[in-house]
């Protein structure tokens, strides 16, 4: 059955629905469900779709961005 993506409003016969935080969202695409869902980096704004930081209750995307905005201890990988 065709259904209406949350983020676009594409009718599609292949969307598929998620549960967050007890709503049901309905996409066609998972780039939609990466924009509605994923957390946005707080230094430079990019969606985070791995682990990514958090530092003080904000998210980053890399330890760039995250000494960016003033944390020091962190790191993406050892070196």
Known sequence: MAAACDCCGNIYDKAFQVTSRGKELTFDCF????QVLAPA????????????MEVKTRMYCCAHCARHAGATEVQDREP
């Open 31 to 34: 780039e939609c469900a990466i």
């Open 41 to 52: 980096c707080a230094s430079c704004g990019c969606k985070i779709i791995g682990h990514g």
